[in-house]
């Protein structure tokens, strides 16, 4: 017997898909923060956390066939083709139960974009972009001390290319449609997280 949310689950293109499900997009530069805030926000607004980087990487590791190809691209700082971390936020999304998701970085691009619209059919409730210095992105990375191999001087300077060519034109898209969430994220942990909460607040239950 399946729980409640799996039952009532929908065929979107083939696959189950979990039914109108609240996304939230995380978006920002490498290093500013997206992880870190999200672990507060599920902590708080009983939301799953799904980190497509997470998603990726846990590929790798179980020697998928399309591991090789996605370590390559991580340790070039390019972004994996969409048709491969979707279907991971897909099956993510089925396994947890929930049905209100902290989707972290992704959509990255245009192509992740425009194929999750036409996979999924979900349009995002919001999207919250943390805004960060590079240097300040670049300071994080390199004391981040995961082990990832795309932490190092050479690869951030990839990603922060990929993030300002590919990234920054789905944070405008979204702008466009009043979706865009800004919060300044150069500052400590505890004083992004106040400015995070104030947007999962419902206006009506904040304070005057
Ligand atoms: N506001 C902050 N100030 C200082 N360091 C931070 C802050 N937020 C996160 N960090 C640290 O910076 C590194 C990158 O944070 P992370 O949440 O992994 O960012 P992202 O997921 O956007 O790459 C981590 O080592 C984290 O502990
Ligand atoms: N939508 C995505 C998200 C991440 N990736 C790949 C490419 C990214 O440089 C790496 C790491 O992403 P991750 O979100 O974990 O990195 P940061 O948390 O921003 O430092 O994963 C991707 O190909 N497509
Ligand atoms: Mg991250």
Redesign the pocket.
Not at 51 to 54: Q, R, T, Y
Not at 104 to 108: A, N, S, W
């Given at each position: 017997m399946g729980s409640v949310v799996e039952s009532t689950n929908k065929e979107v293109n083939g696959s189950v898909a979990v039914k109108n499900p609240t996304v939230v997009f995380v978006l920002g530069?490498?290093?500013?923060g997206?992880?870190t805030q999200c672990t507060n926000i599920v902590q708080h607004f009983g939301y799953t956390h799904l980190?497509?980087?997470?998603l990726?990487?846990a590929e790798i590791k179980s020697g998928s066939e399309n591991g090789t190809m996605i370590q390559n691209?991580?340790k070039e700082?390019?972004?994996?083709p969409s048709e491969v971390?979707i279907k991971l936020l897909q099956r993510a999304m089925l396994e947890s139960g929930n049905d209100k998701f902290l989707i972290?970085?992704?959509?990255?691009n245009e192509e992740?974009r425009a194929a999750f619209e036409e996979v999924t059919k979900i349009e995002p409730a919001f999207v919250l972009f943390f805004d960060c210095p590079e240097e300040e992105m670049e300071r994080r990375?390199l004391s981040r001390n995961q082990g990832r191999e795309?932490d190092n001087i050479e690869t951030i300077r990839k990603?922060f290319k990929?993030f300002l060519e590919s990234s920054l034109p789905v944070i405008e898209h979204y702008t466009a449609r009043e979706k865009v969430r800004k919060i300044d994220a150069g500052r400590p942990v505890e004083e992004v997280f106040e400015s995070v909460k104030a947007v999962f607040t419902p206006k009506d239950e904040k304070a005057d």
């Open positions: 530069g490498p290093g500013s997206k992880g980190s497509a980087g997470d990726l990487r691209m991580i700082g390019k972004i994996v971390t972290d970085g992704f959509p990255r992740n990375l795309d990603r990929v």
